[in-house]
T-cell receptor, first 116, second 108 residues
Framework: GAGVSQSPSNKVTEKGKDVELRCDPI?????LYWYRQSLGQGLEFLIY????????KSGLPSDRFSAERTGGSVSTLTIQRTQQEDSAVYLCASSPRDRGLGETQYFGPGTRLLVL | RKEVEQDPGPFNVPEGATVAFNCTYS??????FFWYRQDCRKEPKLLMSVYSSGNEDGRFTAQLNRASQYISLLIRDSKLSDSATYLC?????????FGQGTELSVKP
């Protein structure tokens, strides 16, 4: 079946511009996660959705970052006024149920963001 | 101190070798543990969960020592295709915390 998909796969933008990154989770998965992976670094948790609500936004690095999820499916991560330090691979993952059960997370291929 | 620590490597081993990766975590309340594999410029994929009793999946064996807050992964008879970065992952209150990963390179 279809896995997690993300778009665009690559994005080059200029400092100060806004960007939107999209994630389509696996159909039927209620939990959705965003992570960021900078060059040579581990995965950094950004935000978690259960359905359309985001009970944990603790990983968002600044108020320039926001995310929403509609219809319990597609999610968009928005970065406003991008900075060069925002350059990273942004990974989305989904899992079938609430993360409290330690469910396996299935990752999308990521969006490689480069801020010039 | 990072919440999940791994030796970044790289580990360079010949085909057929046995290689062991170690990981320590700082939060004793962590509930579940995993090893993920990440190929170059690809997304992470679950390799195996880790249980207190230890578990084996073919050439891969994972162990958990809760008292020492230590997790290990053993790969026997390593193959060229095992070359990747291995991520130690801890479930802390429902949030997955990833280690930086250990890079493995298996040479002919």
């Amino acid at each position: 079946g279809a896995g997690v998909s993300q778009s665009p796969s690559n994005k080059v933008t200029e400092k100060g511009k806004d960007v939107e990154l999209r994630c389509d989770p696996i159909s039927g998965h209620t939990a959705l996660y965003w992570y960021r992976q900078s060059l040579g670094q581990g995965l950094e948790f950004l935000i978690y959705f259960q359905g359309n609500s985001a009970p944990d936004k603790s990983g968002l690095p600044s108020d320039r970052f926001s995310a929403e999820r509609t219809g319990g499916s597609v999610s968009t991560l928005t970065i406003q006024r991008t900075q060069q330090e925002d350059s990273a691979v942004y990974l989305c993952a989904s899992s079938p149920r609430d993360r409290g059960l330690g469910e396996t997370q299935y990752f999308g291929p990521g969006t490689r963001l480069l801020v010039l | 101190r990072k919440e999940v620590e791994q030796d970044p490597g790289p580990f360079n081993v010949p085909e057929g070798a046995t290689v062991a990766f170690n990981c320590t975590y700082s939060n004793s309340a962590s509930q579940s543990f995993f090893w993920y594999r990440q190929d170059c410029r690809k997304e992470p994929k679950l390799l195996m969960s880790v249980y207190s009793s230890g578990n084996e999946d073919g050439r891969f064996t994972a162990q958990l020592n809760r008292a020492s807050q230590y997790i290990s992964l053993l790969i026997r008879d390593s193959k060229l295709s095992d070359s990747a970065t291995y991520l130690c992952v801890v479930n802390k209150g429902g949030k997955l915390i990833f280690g930086q990963g250990t890079e493995l390179s298996v040479k002919p």
